[in-house]
């Protein structure tokens, strides 16, 4: 039985202004820590006129869900007032694979570390409410080669179950599929003996 957790449906931004400061809200899934990591630059570069770019994220490191990576920074913000409240927001609603940056442009009034911790974590909270939030099962990619007699027999079977998958035609037939972790075994299974043992797989 594998674990379900909460994501993040899409995309999405969030600003609004506290004494003068403005602050942009960030969020998007995010599949890998790679991806994470490469979201953050991606905002610290296009927001590299920002007085900060606080980032964090939570990601399910393996596909059988046992490590959890966090990561948090304030990004020159006094100690404990962005990067962690940012997190905790995330933590709290037990969301998952979600990276998160939040973007401060300096007004000229100091927040306090209070009023910090305040506005970095509604930023976070109003770019998840606006993302949307929805329950997700762990995937994992099954990737399935077989020669052009095959290809109609699997994606046949792909298309009744349901699954996202994309196929390349070369000289054999690639689908690479997406499956819950806790599906893919049986999956295979069934490939394999829908094809007569002629299916390779990864």
Known sequence: MSRTY???????TARFVVQ???FIGHARPVDS????????????????DA??????YRV????????????SSDDGEPSGSAGKPALNVLAQREIENCAVVVTRYYGGTNLGVGGLVRAYSRAVKEAIDEAGVVEERPHERVSATVEYDDSGTVRGILESEGYEFDAEYETAVSFGVRVP?????????RLRSATSGRVDLE
Do not use: C, W
Request: net charge negative.
């Open 181 to 189: 972790v806790d599906e893919a075994d049986a999956l295979r299974d």
């Open 20 to 22: 003068g400061s403005e």
């Open 6 to 12: 909460r994501a993040v449906v899409e995309p999405a």
């Open 60 to 71: 399910r490191a393996d596909t059988d869900g046992d490590f959890l990576r966090e990561y």
């Open 51 to 56: 007085t900060h770019n606080v980032p964090a």
């Open 33 to 48: 820590v790679a991806d994470a990591e490469a979201f953050v630059e991606t905002v610290e570069a296009e927001y590299d």
